[in-house]
């Protein structure tokens, strides 16, 4: 028996969260006195994963799988559960495994628990930590059933290293004929930009900004921190920003290491969105804008002053220590 989970690649890199979950499932293992195996599909640097206790790969390599598809890469995860005996499956809490997850536990009988933000308070009875409410409050959630799925929050257990050596092993998977019912044609996707889910860094606009023409400073400031841009929901209802950018509890959740908002008032159902990201740091002309008390660093000033200023101090620092 052994603790599976599912690291998630894109072209062939292993994403942020795949460390993360590896971390978790490590965690789990070593709790439950087992070993934790890895299911990576089409990634090329899988050995990476033995620096944090996992001590075997499936790798599956397939064209077929080269873009992601719900059905097809839960076959492929329980296929390796099964493979394994597994009774554990850890998987993360990205917007494609959280699509991917409900066919999964389906398919294994298990009961799932989305959103664990820690290790099990217990193994017997089964117990873990989750976020409800929109990030407001937590559940103490036992999973009763003999095959567990858990999904693990983004930034939450974190990557801890944790040196083994990984063996590796090829694994080929039958998919069923109705795997592929649905398929994406055609993907158009951001390049060469930070993306909100993955990103470390989020400089955040509200409607402080008055207009879609100032928002070049957003984007300077972003891209000398390496970082992603976002924005409250009314700035893209208004068509100031894309949809893609708008982050709270109807949409994006964001759960960096650093969040900038900029001219946001602190709704709450923006906080829902922010709540898991880790240093928070407020501008606002309003000193009693409801964003300062959920913020780590507040500055209570213009925007149009504050971040040019920013953006200069920034520059000067890359400069003399480059
Ligand atoms: P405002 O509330 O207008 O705030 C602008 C802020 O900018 C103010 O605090 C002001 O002091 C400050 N400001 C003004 N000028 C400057 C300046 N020059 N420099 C610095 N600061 C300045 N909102 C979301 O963001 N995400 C969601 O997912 C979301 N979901 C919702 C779901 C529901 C069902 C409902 C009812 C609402 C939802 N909202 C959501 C909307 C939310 O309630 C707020 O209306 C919204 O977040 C406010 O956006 P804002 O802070 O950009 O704008």
Redesign the pocket.
């Known amino acids: 028996m052994s603790v599976v989970v599912y690291t998630e690649s894109e072209n062939g890199k292993l994403k942020k969260n795949a460390f993360e979950v590896a971390s978790y499932a490590a965690e789990v293992a070593k709790q439950l006195g087992t070993s934790a195996t890895a299911v990576s599909i089409n990634c090329k640097e899988n050995e990476l994963l033995g620096d944090y206790g996992i001590t075997k790969v499936l790798n599956v390599t397939s064209d077929t799988l080269s873009t992601f598809n719900a059905k097809a890469y839960a076959e492929v995860v329980a296929s390796a559960v099964k493979n394994e005996s597994a009774t554990i499956t850890i998987v993360s809490s990205s917007a494609d495994t959280k699509f991917m997850a409900p066919l999964l536990a389906a398919s294994l009988d298990a009961g799932y628990v989305p959103n664990v933000v820690d290790a099990p308070e217990s193994t017997s009875p089964f117990i873990v930590k989750r976020t409800v409410f929109s990030n407001k409050g937590f559940a103490h959630t036992a999973i009763n059933s003999e095959n567990k799925l858990v999904g693990v929050s983004n930034n939450a257990f974190g990557a801890i290293e944790n040196k083994v050596t990984a063996t590796i092993e090829d694994f080929t998977v039958a998919l069923s004929d109705n795997a592929f019912n649905t398929k994406s044609t055609e993907i158009d996707k951001v390049v060469g930009k930070a993306t909100i889910a993955d990103a470390d860094i989020v400089v955040s606009a ?3 900004l008055k207009g879609p023409e100032n928002w070049g400073m957003v984007e300077e400031l972003a891209d000398i921190l390496g970082a992603a841009t976002a924005c ?4 893209s209802d208004l068509g100031w920003r894309p949809h893609g950018e ?6 994006k959740p964001v759960a960096s290491n650093l969040y900038i908002a ?6 709450i ?2 906080l829902a ?1 922010v709540s898991s990201s880790k240093t928070k740091v407020v ?4 000193p009693e ?1 409801p964003f300062f008390k959920a913020a780590d660093y507040g500055i209570v000033g ?3 002053e504050v971040v040019p200023q920013l953006i200069e101090k920034l520059k000067d620092f890359k400069a003399q220590n480059s």
């Open positions: 509200g409607r402080g409250s929901k009314p700035v708008h982050v709270g509890q109807t949409g900029i001219g946001i008032s602190g709704a159902q923006h969105g501008i606002n002309t309003d804008a213009d925007a149009f």
